[in-house]
């Protein structure tokens, strides 16, 4: 076995499996999700996901961003390969936001304005958990990236560090693993009514 030691002035921190996560540290990654708009973070078994087939019929069909972005599908894992991989973590964290803009149907620059702050601040939160030892951490970002005002897709993306495939692409079932968890959401008929949007972050 090879044992490396830390080098002195240097904080290291172990590599963690199977720990389950603190209620301190989850306070601290809220406060950090906060200035991204983030109101919520809850940790959860990954056995409580819903993976289903039907899911992928949504991007496939009604989407504009289905074949336009590295985020989405088809460029993203398929369903058998996402339960595949979803199989190998134990525990997750919900995050949840809300949000109020009555144009999300469209793509002004509010609606970006919001995706990239929220997508900044899954790919942050994500990175604080790595630092603090939790190396699967991975996430699954709500709604499509909007980094660029246009993908680069089929070329290369241009910021590959944050890019991250959207909860949808994984065919996740948002609604029914709220159920599964014991809670809800609503639709908001009225465009003008705030909504909820929510990622997921992979960890063991
Ligand atoms: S960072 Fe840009 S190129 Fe990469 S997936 Fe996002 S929008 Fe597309």
Not at 101 to 122: E, I, P, S
Not at 134 to 146: E, I, M, Q
Request: glycine share 8%; net charge positive; with cysteine.
């Amino acid at each position: 076995m090879i044992a490396f030691k830390s080098i002195e002035g240097f904080e290291t921190v172990p590599f963690r499996n199977n720990e389950g996560i603190s209620h301190e540290l989850i306070q601290r990654l809220l406060e950090r999700g906060n200035e991204y708009g983030l109101g919520a973070i809850f940790p959860f078994c990954v056995e409580k996901i819903v993976v289903a087939d039907w899911v992928s019929l949504k991007c496939r069909y009604g989407c504009s961003k289905y074949g336009t972005s590295w985020c989405c599908p088809p460029a993203t894992p398929d369903t058998d390969k996402a339960r595949a991989i979803l199989g190998e973590y134990s525990l997750a964290l919900l995050l949840v936001g809300v949000q109020r803009c009555a144009d999300f149907h469209l793509n002004t620059a509010k609606k970006r304005t919001n995706q990239v702050r929220y997508w900044k601040g899954t790919i942050s939160l994500e990175r604080q958990l790595f630092l603090e030892g939790y190396y699967k951490a991975f996430s699954l970002v709500s709604g499509s990236c909007a980094l660029c005002k246009e993908c680069a897709y089929p070329k290369a993306c241009r910021f590959p560090m944050e890019k991250r495939p959207t909860i949808e692409s994984f065919s996740i079932d948002v609604i029914g693993t709220l159920q599964n968890l014991g809670t809800t959401s609503k639709v908001a008929k009225d465009r003008r009514n705030a909504f909820n949007y929510y990622g997921v972050i992979l960890l063991e």
